[in-house]
């Protein structure tokens, strides 16, 4: 039933192949097809495949013909919406060793060289990232960190974690736990804390976009008089709408005096990987006192999608919420001694009971890259947006920053644009140009987001998207200017039928268009 040896090196070869071909396709079409939803499902075979289809080739060609062309390409090299989701070949190839070496990770006596290889390679994140060194497995303290799927799930574990504690420790209402984070945090933390049975509270930033020890205190305080009970709090160091950074070192300083038993989770989905570079690590002041850390190796972590480590200080904090000894796991289960520095149970640290093996891939990818080719990543990532930055700011007639740009994300709004503009703006990028460009809120003014993946993108790429950025605009623009017009010419038409000059004049001055010259 399986492929024969030479059989599967021919499909393997043509799947190679495809990959490459991929790249190709994206540079001849657009981000994304216009597609209405329902025409990738109907456009596939109704019946079931029943007798199987051994020719890959028929297979590749289904994926090119009618599974790629319905695809939103996030590795377009025009991709500039969202975070990027970075996908150098090297994963590739680690997903086939990921399923090649096939276990379940959920003992380390089900699967020893997963456990020890996913240690090594959290060892080593957090020497890459300049973590504190208690989170790591070579410290033989009780910090450590394994694989969460996402920055969600790892939030949720947190929380989770967080409640268990602190009931433990506290005969209080259960219904009465707090959980906090700012009201730029992204939607997993508060969703999180729901789904923990807690109150959420999401305090409000100042005019930076932080959370600060102050505000948070502030807010707590708050609660405490309205008795609650402050549980949890999910730092953000790079926001997903702005890339914003909490003041993690006023938050950890004042909750140390004032709510020791509360947990601190630090969300750094997107910028983790952002702190091999030692230059960027005045953000992690503080970081040295957090119960939890989570970072997303999909997003600038070369390591892909559904690897997001977590470290946490204390592993028992995590663990004592989920460990389970069923008894079809006695006979092989901690058999060389007590479950140890090195010989650790994952499924007790994660929802789900089963892992993979993708510390294989994230480890092939360290070891390809290493320490020198993630910092080159991070700084062509950075880079890119410091050009599409410097666009915006060579226009000044038809943009304007936001904030200053954050790491790899600019956020800019079209100069006197209104929040229907800016709407209008992603609606026609999409249906003029196939392009997404995702836009978000900050003080009910709507803004739009740019950011690039360096493994696809070039600098010509960058002003590609901003020259279609600047068409938009530009239709925008004249859009005004005859509106303008239109005003112009009706006011002065008016001062002439009532005989005001010198209203005239004002107009004129007012209006300065060419209209209003020629009037
Ligand atoms: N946290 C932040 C700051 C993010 O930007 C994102 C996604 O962009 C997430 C959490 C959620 O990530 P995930 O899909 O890994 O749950």
């Known amino acids: 039933m399986d492929f024969n040896e030479d059989d599967f090196k021919n499909a393997a070869e043509k799947i190679a192949n495809f990959i490459v071909e991929y790249d190709s396709i994206l540079k001849s079409c657009p981000v994304s097809n216009p597609v209405k939803p329902g025409d990738l499902y109907n456009a596939l075979d109704a019946k079931l495949p029943t007798s199987g289809e051994k020719s890959i080739d028929i297979l590749i060609d289904k994926v090119r013909k009618e599974i790629s062309p319905r695809m939103v390409h996030w590795s377009h090299p025009q991709n500039s919406a969202w975070f990027p989701n970075v996908s150098p070949k090297i994963l590739a190839l680690g997903a086939m060793l990921e399923n090649t070496l096939n ?32 989170f790591k497995f070579s410290s033989k303290g009780a910090g450590g960190g394994c694989f969460q799927g996402t920055a969600g799930e790892a939030v949720l574990n947190a929380c989770l ?69 402050p549980a949890f709090v999910a730092v953000t160091l790079g926001t997903t709408g702005l890339c914003a950074f909490d003041d993690l070192k006023s938050i950890v300083d004042v909750l140390e005096n004032q709510f020791p038993s509360v947990w601190i989770h630090v969300d750094s989905a997107y910028t983790g990987p952002m702190f091999v570079l030692e230059e960027n690590r005045h953000y992690l002041a503080g970081v040295e006192k957090v119960d939890s850390f989570n970072t997303n190796l999909s997003k600038m972590g070369i390591g892909g999608f559904d690897s997001s480590p977590m470290w946490v200080k204390n592993r ?47 480890w092939l990818a360290m070891e390809w890259f290493g320490v020198e080719g993630i910092k080159e990543h991070v700084k062509n990532h950075i880079r890119l947006a410091e050009e599409f930055e410097a666009l915006i700011l060579q226009n000044p007639k038809y943009f304007e920053l936001v904030k200053e740009r954050s790491f790899g994300l ?69 859009l005004c200017a005859w509106i303008l017009e239109f005003k112009a010419v009706t006011s002065l038409l008016a001062c002439r039928l009532s005989k005001d000059s010198s209203r005239a004049s004002e107009v004129k001055a007012r209006y300065k268009t060419n209209v209003a010259e020629w009037m």
């Open 161 to 229: 974690a967080a409640r268990g504690r602190f009931l433990a420790t506290h005969d209080v209402d259960p219904r009465k736990l707090v959980a906090y984070c700012s009201d730029q945090a992204h939607c997993s933390c508060s969703r999180a804390a729901q789904i923990s049975l807690m109150q959420v509270r999401r305090v409000e930033t100042n005019d930076q976009a932080e959370m600060t020890g102050e505000l948070l205190i502030k807010q707590m305080e708050k609660d405490v008089a309205e008795g609650y009970f």
């Open 410 to 478: 600019v956020c800019f709004r079209l100069k006197g644009g209104n929040n229907e503009d800016h709407d209008d703006f992603v609606r026609r990028a999409k249906t003029q140009f196939g392009l997404i460009v995702t836009s978000a809120c900050w003080k009910d003014r709507t803004y739009l987001r740019a950011t690039f993946n360096d493994f696809a993108s070039t600098s010509d790429d960058v002003l590609k998207v901003f020259r279609k950025f600047m068409d938009l605009a530009l239709h925008k623009a004249s």
């Open 316 to 362: 028992f904090d995590l663990t004592n919420n989920f460990v389970e000894n069923p008894d079809y796991l006695r006979s092989h289960e901690n058999e060389i001694n007590d479950e140890n520095v090195f010989q650790v149970n994952f499924r007790d640290w994660t929802l789900a009971f089963g892992r993979k093996f993708r510390a294989i891939r994230v």
């Open 103 to 134: 276990c379940v990770g959920f003992s380390w006596s089900s699967s020893p060289a997963l456990t020890e290889l996913e240690q090594k390679v959290m060892d080593w994140l957090v020497d890459i990232y300049g973590l504190p060194g208690h």
